[in-house]
C-alpha cells in the first residue's frame, strides 16, 4: 500500500472511530439531560401541586376560623333573651354573667363586647374575663365594623383587626330577637374577637396540615404565605408556613440511585472516551508505521524511492536549492553476493548506509533504491566533484565483515537541480549519468549533461532502425577467408555481419552490443546463421565460421534453434564451427556448457574467440572441450611493437599444441606477423593479409578464379 493510501485509509477509520464516539456520547447525554430534565420537573410539579394545596388549606382555614366565629356570634346576637336583656336597664351585668365572664376560659371568643344602639357608647367590654376598653384596643376600625354590623337582619360582619397584641379575628351583628315580625328600634351590636395566636394557629395547623403555620409581618423567603387582610383590603400580616416539597422528599429518597446511575454513566463514558481515543491513538500509530515503511528501506534504514521522490518534492516546493543528487551503484556486489551468501550481501548493505550518511556533513539524506543503487541528496555549497572524490574514496575502502575483507567500489551519477524540474526529472538524470558512468568502467562518477539524453535518443532511434534491419533482412554476411598456415590455401570463411544504412555503415562493435543490450541479439544470431548457410552451400569444400554472442548462447533454446535451422537448410553440421569469446564462460558456465555438448553432439565445432585480451586459461578451453583457439587480433598486432609480444605468443601457442587445441591468427596484416605465427606453430591465418571480408558474390568470383588458375 503507497504511503498516501495508508494514510488515507487510516484517516478514515479514525475519523469514523470520532463521529462514532461523538455520536455516542451525545446521544448519552441528551438522553442524561432528558433524564434530568424529567425528573427535575416531577419533583417541581409535585412540589409545585402540593404548595398549591397547602396555599388553599391555608386559605380555607382562615375560612373555617371566620365562620366558626361567625356562627357563635350570630348563635349569642340572634337570641330573644338577649335581645330582651339588652334592651333592659340591667344589660351591663347580663352581659357580663352571659358573655363578659365566660371570656376568661371558653374557647370559642377570647373577648365579648356590647355597643349601645347609639354605636358608640360600650356597654359591656371583657376579655380574658377583665373589663378592657375596645377604643383603645382596637382603635377606630372597630367602630366602623360596628357602623356595618348594627343593620338588623345584617349577617355577622367579620373581620381581622389590628390590636394592641396583634391581630384579632371580630365577628360583630346586631342583637334581635329570633323570631321578629314588623320594626325594630335601633339594635346594640354585639362583637365577639378571637386572638389571633399561637394556640389558634397551632389548631388551624392540625386542622389543615399546614405545619410550622405561624403570623409574620411579612412574607418570608423561602415560605410559602397568604395575606391576613382588614376589612379595607390592608395587609395586616401574614401566615407563612413552610412548604412540604413532596417532590423534593421523594427525590430525596430516590437520590442515592440517580447518583449511582449518574456516575455508573459517567464511568461508562469515560471508558468510551478512552477505548475511542486509545483506537484513535492506535491507528494513528499504524498510519505513521505505515507512511515510515511506505518511504523506507527496510533493509538499511534508508529512504526509498517513493520516500526519496516526497523528499525532493519537499526539498523543491520550499526551494531549498541547489539540491543534488547522486546515485551511487556498488561495482561487484553480485560477486560478493555470488561468493559470500546473501547475509554478507545484506551486512555489506548496512555498512554502505552507514559510510554513505554520514560521508559529509552537507548531504540531508541518504536512500536505498534497490539492490545496490544508492542516492544521497545534498544541498550545499560543496562541488558536484567533491562530493564524487569523498564518494569513492569512501567506498574504495575495504569493509571487513565476519573477519572477511571485501572490496566493492562504485559509480556514480549525479545531476543538479536546475531551474524548475520535478523530483522524478532530477532522479532520472542521475540515473542516466550512472548508466553512462558505469558504462565507461568501474569507479567512475559522471555528471548529468543534456549531451546525455541525445546520446540516448541516438541510440534508442539506432534501436529501432536496427529492429527493423533485422525484420527486413538488411543485415547481410561478409566472409572473411581462413587460410591453411602450410599450404595458403583456402581451408574455411568467417562469416561477419554487415550493416549498411542510408547514414553510412554501422560497425558490428556497435550494433552487436546494441543488439544484445536490447534483446534483438538472437533474431540477429538466427539471421545471420541462416544467411552464412544458405551462401556457405554454394561451397562445398570449405568450413564456415559464424560468430555467436554470450547471450544467444545462455538461451537455453539457442542449441536446438541452430540444429533445426542446419537440418531446414540440409547443411552438414561438421561444417560448421560456431567462435564464441571467453565471457560467457565466467558469466554462466553451466547454461553455457549444456548448450555446447548439445551442439558438438550433432558434430559442430567450438572455436575460442580473441583468446588472449580476457581471462579465459587454456585449462578452460579444454574443460569446455573446444576444438579451436583464435589469437586476438591486439596480441598479432603486439608482435610489431617488440620481441617481449612474440615470447608471449610463442608460449601461449605451444601451450595450446600441446593440448591439440589446434590454433588460428587473426587480424594479421603483414607477411612478418604472418611467418612469426607460422613458425610459433599456428595452423590456421586471416586477416587482411590474407583477405578482407567480402560478400558473397566477391568469394564466389574469388573461388572461381582459383579454380581456374
Ligand atoms: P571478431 O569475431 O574478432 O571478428 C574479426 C574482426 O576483425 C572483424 O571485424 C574483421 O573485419 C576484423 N579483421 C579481420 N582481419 C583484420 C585485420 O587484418 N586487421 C584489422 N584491423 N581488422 C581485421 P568486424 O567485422 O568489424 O567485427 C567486429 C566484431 O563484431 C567481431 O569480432 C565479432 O566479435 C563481432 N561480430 C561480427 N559479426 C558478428 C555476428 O554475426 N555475430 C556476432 N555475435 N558477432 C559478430
Ligand atoms: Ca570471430
Ligand atoms: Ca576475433
Redesign the pocket.
Given at each position: 500500500m503507497s504511503s498516501n493510501l495508508a494514510g488515507r485509509h487510516v484517516r478514515t477509520q479514525t475519523f469514523s472511530i470520532i463521529v462514532t464516539t461523538v455520536c455516542f456520547l451525545l446521544v448519552a447525554l441528551v438522553l442524561t439531560g432528558l433524564m434530568a430534565h424529567v425528573v427535575a420537573t416531577m419533583t417541581r410539579s409535585a412540589n409545585e401541586i402540593d404548595d398549591a394545596r397547602a396555599n388553599r388549606a391555608a386559605r380555607a382555614s382562615i375560612a373555617a376560623f371566620v365562620s366558626r366565629l361567625s356562627a357563635t356570634t350570630t348563635d349569642n346576637a340572634v337570641w330573644d333573651d338577649a335581645y330582651k336583656a339588652i334592651s333592659s336597664a340591667g344589660a351591663a351585668d347580663w352581659a357580663y354573667e352571659n358573655w363578659g365572664k365566660t371570656s376568661e376560659d371558653y374557647p370559642l371568643y377570647d373577648g365579648a363586647i356590647v355597643i349601645g344602639p347609639d354605636r358608640s357608647s360600650v356597654v359591656s367590654a371583657y376579655g380574658k374575663g377583665k373589663p378592657f376598653e375596645p377604643r383603645a384596643f382596637f382603635g377606630q376600625a372597630f367602630f366602623r365594623q360596628i357602623n356595618t354590623a348594627a343593620d338588623f337582619e345584617q349577617a355577622p360582619v367579620v373581620n381581622f383587626i389590628k390590636s394592641e397584641k396583634g391581630i384579632a379575628l371580630i365577628a360583630s351583628q346586631a342583637i334581635q330577637p329570633y323570631d321578629e315580625e314588623g320594626e325594630l328600634p335601633k339594635l346594640s351590636v354585639l362583637s365577639f374577637y378571637k386572638e389571633l395566636n399561637a394556640e389558634v394557629l397551632g389548631t388551624l395547623s392540625n386542622e389543615h396540615e399546614l405545619e410550622g403555620l405561624r403570623l409574620a409581618a411579612a412574607p418570608e423567603p423561602g415560605l410559602l404565605n397568604t395575606p391576613i387582610t382588614d376589612m379595607r383590603g390592608a395587609v395586616l400580616g401574614h401566615l407563612v408556613w413552610p412548604s412540604k416539597a413532596p417532590g423534593s422528599a421523594v427525590f430525596q429518597q430516590v437520590y442515592p440511585y440517580v447518583a449511582a446511575a449518574t456516575i455508573i454513566l459517567v464511568l461508562f463514558l469515560a471508558g468510551v472516551l478512552l477505548v475511542g481515543a486509545s483506537e484513535a491513538r492506535r491507528l494513528r500509530q499504524l498510519a505513521q508505521a505505515a507512511i515510515y515503511e511506505a518511504n523506507h528501506d527496510s533493509l538499511s534504514g534508508l529512504l526509498n524511492r517513493n520516500g526519496l521522490l516526497s523528499l525532493l518534492n519537499e526539498l523543491e516546493n520550499s526551494r531549498t536549492s541547489p539540491t543534488k543528487l547522486y546515485l551511487i551503484d556498488l561495482d561487484g556486489f553480485k560477486a560478493v553476493n555470488d561468493a559470500w551468501g546473501h547475509a554478507v550481501g545484506d551486512d555489506l548493505i548496512r555498512m554502505v548506509s552507514n559510510v554513505l550518511m554520514s560521508c559529509h556533513p552537507e548531504v540531508v539524506a541518504a536512500g536505498r533504491l534497490g539492490g545496490d543503487e544508492f542516492a544521497l541528496v545534498h544541498v550545499g555549497s560543496a562541488t558536484c566533484e567533491e562530493m564524487e572524490k569523498t564518494i569513492l574514496a569512501l567506498l574504495a575502502e575495504p569493509f571487513k565483515i565476519d573477519g572477511r575483507t571485501i572490496e566493492v567500489g562504485a559509480s556514480i551519477g549525479a545531476a543538479a537541480h536546475d531551474g524548475d524540474i520535478e523530483a522524478l526529472e532530477l532522479l532520472r538524470r542521475a540515473d542516466m549519468a550512472l548508466y553512462r558512468a558505469k558504462a565507461n568502467g568501474r569507479g567512475q562518477a559522471i555528471e548529468y549533461d543534456p549531451q546525455l539524453d541525445r546520446e540516448r535518443q541516438r541510440i534508442a532511434d539506432l534501436e529501432s532502425l536496427l529492429k527493423t534491419a533485422i525484420g527486413t533482412g538488411a543485415i547481410e554476411a561478409v566472409f572473411?577467408p581462413l587460410v591453411s598456415a602450410s599450404t595458403g590455401a583456402v581451408t574455411g570463411l568467417e562469416?561477419?555481419?554487415r550493416w549498411r544504412t542510408e547514414a553510412g555503415n554501422v560497425?558490428?562493435?556497435i550494433f552487436?552490443p546494441l543488439a544484445e543490450r536490447c534483446g534483438l541479439i538472437d533474431a540477429l544470431?538466427v539471421h545471420?546463421l541462416r544467411t552464412s548457410v544458405s551462401h556457405a552451400k554454394n561451397w562445398p569444400d570449405l568450413a564456415l565460421s559464424?560468430?555467436?554472442?554470450p547471450v544467444q548462447l545462455c538461451n537455453p533454446e539457442f542449441a536446438a534453434e541452430v540444429i533445426s535451422i542446419l537440418q531446414a537448410l540440409d547443411f552438414d553440421p561438421k561444417r560448421l564451427t560456431l567462435?564464441i569469446?571467453e565471457g560467457v564462460l565466467m558469466t554462466n558456465p553451466d547454461q553455457a556448457r549444456r548448450s555446447i555438448d548439445q551442439l558438438k553432439r550433432v558434430g559442430i565445432k567450438f572455436a575460442l574467440?580473441?583468446f588472449g585480451c580476457g581471462y579465459a586459461s587454456i585449462g578452460a578451453l579444454r574443460q569446455f572441450g573446444f576444438d579451436r583457439m583464435k589469437i586476438d587480433?591486439s596480441l598479432v598486432s603486439a608482435l610489431d611493437e617488440g620481441a617481449k609480444g612474440a615470447d608471449v605468443l610463442r608460449a601461449t601457442i605451444s601451450l595450446a599444441t600441446a593440448l591439440q587445441i589446434p590454433v588460428t591468427a587473426?587480424?594479421?596484416?603483414n607477411s612478418r606477423q604472418a611467418a612469426i605465427l607460422r613458425d610459433a606453430g599456428c595452423d590456421q591465418l586471416?586477416?587482411?593479409?590474407i583477405g578482407k571480408?567480402m560478400s558473397a558474390g566477391d568469394i564466389s568470383g574469388k573461388l572461381r578464379e582459383d579454380a581456374a588458375a
Open positions: 572473411q562469416a561477419l555481419a560497425s558490428p562493435e552487436i544470431g545471420m559464424v560468430n555467436v554472442s567462435e569469446t574467440d580473441d587480433r587473426e587480424g594479421i596484416e586471416q586477416g587482411y593479409l571480408p
